[in-house]
């Protein structure tokens, strides 16, 4: 079974400018998360989505959105980039529903100039 | 909403040792407690969870022991080796289903 599946695996932008990282979560998971790592900061939550519906969302600001698709497939997209958007963004799917086990895909690494 | 706080942020130690990382969680809602392992570069792996109508679990040489009164939860790793060396984190999962982290501990074993 494949894991949970991010691409691309690093990202080089200007500020400014917007992003879309894409999340491919395990076959039969119909919900997946978004969390923001930063160095000392721990896994900051982004927003989840259940069913192409968003379910939970963080506290981060507008610019940060996100959407799911009829095949549970994600993305999330980072508009205005400033500076302090450059951090790991990673997904993780659980089956939903209130299975608890979260699992982690490799990362997109967001570096913006 | 949920906080969750980790202790230490940096923990260094002697091959064959053990660790303990310490989490407290603030909302006593929250019903499932998992522990993740992230080496450099990789992503986070989870390695033990517990949940909150239990107060220890153990798999080989990881356990976890979680005190629901004082809402704090540890993770006990015991006979340390070199490949243990990686940053973990705690989380906790809320009535709403989403999960707070810790900020890290970096586990240095020494051979």
């Known amino acids: 079974k494949a894991g949970v599946t991010q691409t691309p695996r690093y990202l080089i932008k200007t500020r400014g400018q917007q992003v879309t990282l894409s999340c491919s979560p395990i076959s039969g998971h119909r919900s997946v998360s978004w969390y923001q790592q930063t160095p000392g900061q721990g896994l900051q939550f982004l927003f989840e989505?259940?069913?192409?519906?968003?379910?939970n969302k963080g506290n981060f600001p507008g610019r940060f959105s996100g959407r799911q698709f009829s095949n549970s497939r994600s993305e999330m997209n980072v508009s205005t980039l400033e500076l302090g958007d450059s951090a790991l963004y990673l997904c993780?799917?659980?089956?939903?529903?209130?299975?608890?086990?979260?699992?982690f895909g490799s990362g997109t690494q967001l570096s913006v100039l | 909403g949920e906080n969750v706080e980790q202790h230490p942020s940096t923990l260094s130690v002697q091959e064959g040792d053990s660790a303990v990382i310490k989490c407290t969680y603030s909302d006593s809602a929250s019903n499932y407690f998992p522990w993740y392992k992230q080496e450099l570069g990789k992503r986070p792996q989870l390695i033990i969870d517990?949940?909150?109508?239990?107060g220890e679990k153990k798999d080989q040489r990881i356990a976890v022991t979680l005190n629901k009164t004082a809402k704090h939860f540890s993770l006990h790793i015991t006979e340390t080796q070199p490949e243990d060396s990686a940053v973990y984190f705690c989380?906790?999962?809320?009535?709403?289903?989403?999960?707070?982290f810790g900020s890290g501990t970096k586990l240095n074993v020494k051979p």
């Open positions: 989380a906790a999962r809320d009535a709403f289903n989403k999960f707070y």
């Open positions: 989505y259940f069913s192409e519906t968003q379910r």
């Open positions: 993780a799917s659980t089956m939903g529903g209130g299975t608890e086990k979260l699992f």
């Open positions: 517990i949940r909150s109508n239990v």
